[in-house]
């Protein structure tokens, strides 16, 4: 099992940046691949951005937040980021870390992230 804390949640004003942090812990060995991803009020949970834990580092990111969010990962630290850029009232939410291994995924509890217009 992996335990994932996420920090650098807060205020910022539209057009503003924060960098979000997730630090992981226990069988760090069996990630595959580490994520973000949100909860706005009322909405379901959805995908932000995907690093691998190979050497590639290969990354993806979901449409809205592609150009503006940069996810990325240090491996000695065992640390996966998320940058944000350009921020909108919409990127509005509850920040969450996940880690994806083989037969399971682990979830931190999440940071929230509040973007005023």
């Known amino acids: 099992q992996v335990q994932l804390v996420e920090s650098g949640g807060g205020l910022v004003q539209a057009g503003g940046s924060l960098k979000l942090s997730c630090q992981a812990s226990g069988s760090i060995f069996s990630i595959d691949s580490m994520g973000w991803y949100r909860q706005a009020p009322g909405k379901q949970r959805e995908w932000v951005a995907t690093?691998?834990?190979?050497?590639?580092?290969?990354?993806n990111y979901a449409a809205s937040v592609k150009g503006r969010f940069t996810i990325s990962r240090d491996n000695g630290k065992n640390t996966v980021y998320l940058q944000m850029n350009s921020m909108k009232p919409e990127d509005t939410a509850v920040y969450y870390c996940n880690a994806q291994q083989r037969f399971m995924s682990d979830w931190g509890k999440g940071t929230t992230v509040t973007v005023s217009s």
């Open positions: 690093i691998t834990r190979g050497r590639g580092g290969d990354t």
